[in-house]
Each structure stands twice: as C-alpha cells, then as structure tokens.
C-alpha cells in the first residue's frame, strides 16, 4: 500500500469538495479549482475527510495512488491558504517591478522582458530583486515561477540571475591566470 496514498486528506471548514466520477471540484475561500482524475482509482468523501481507494494492487493503480492523493491534497490547500514561490534576482542593475498587472524584469539584455500573469497569478513584489509568485493552483504557480528563473538562469561564476529562494548555485572559480610568465 502506497505510504502516501492511505493518507487521509482532512477537509477544513468552508471548503466544498464535489466528486463526479473522476472529476474533483473544490472550492474555498481563496478560489475554485477543479480537475480530471484517473478514472482507475476511486475518491471516497464521508465525514469531513477525502480518502484516495485503488481498486486492485495492478502496476498502473499503484503508480497513481499516491499521485491522486497528493493532488488532491493541494487542491485542498490551495483554496484554503494559496502557494507562493520565491524569487531572488542577484545582479547589478537586476531588478523586477510592476507595470500594470505584468511583471518586468530588467535582467542585463538590451530590453526589458514584460510577463503577463495567466488567470489566478500574482506577483508580489518585496523589494526589487525580491519578488514572489502566488496563487491556489500549485503546478500553475511552480510553472510560472519557473518560467521567470529560464528568462536569466543564475550563471556561475558570479551567480548573477534569477533564482529560487534559498536556492544554492555551486560556483566556479574562473581563469587562474598565468604563472610564471614569458620569457
């Protein structure tokens, strides 16, 4: 039995879970998200708590229990407390504000890059090389923030770019320089 998948997931107060076959609608206080699951496993609802059930011990049943569980869990959290990524913008001269709802990074190139945030994104900006994606949907939020790291990765000689909060970028050391000299 797959660690994770037994797991039962708690329902808080004022999240509805509606369960359709192999489509979940949760809805919260911060939102609504809603997604097709495999149709191999079944959600069970009863007292307040969401259990994911495998119908056999098959190789393609085990794989996916744990999966379903996990997503559905984040639904759960989503709609109730929301996700956030943050970022860390290292450079001289890099920096992130807002222009409206789009977010625009000035990274080093001869133009600013302008993202403009899909449905249920935002951007929370701390100060300008700090910033943070946020949102309910959780693949939605790491993809977004991982898009905005690809614009200027975190090279490594000086660590200049966009990075992961907390994320460690192994340096190297650079030229050595000549020993010696000519002679």
């Known amino acids: 039995m797959s660690r994770i998948g037994r797991l039962a997931i708690p329902i808080p107060a004022g999240v509805t879970v509606d369960v359709e076959g192999s489509h979940v ?78 977010l625009q990074l000035n990274l080093g190139y001869s133009h600013p890059i302008e993202i403009d945030p899909p449905a249920g994104i935002s951007f929370d900006i701390e100060t300008p090389i700090k910033l943070a994606v946020v949102g309910i949907d959780k693949e939605l939020v790491g993809h977004i923030a991982a898009r905005i790291r690809a614009t200027r990765k975190p090279e490594p000689y000086k660590g200049k770019g966009v990075r992961y909060a907390g994320e460690f970028i192994r340096r190297k050391a650079g030229k050595a320089g000549k020993i010696g000299g000519k002679k």
Not at 51 to 65: A, G, I, Q, T, Y
């Open 25 to 102: 609608a949760v809805s919260g206080p911060k939102g609504k998200l809603e997604r097709d699951l495999s149709p191999h496993l079944r959600i069970v609802k009863d007292d307040g708590v969401l259990r994911v059930e495998r119908p056999n011990d098959e190789k393609k049943s085990r794989e996916l229990h744990g999966l379903t569980r996990t997503l559905l869990n984040n639904m759960v959290i989503g709609v109730t407390e929301g996700f956030r990524k943050p970022l860390e913008i290292t450079g001289v001269g890099y920096r992130a504000q807002m222009v409206g709802k789009k």
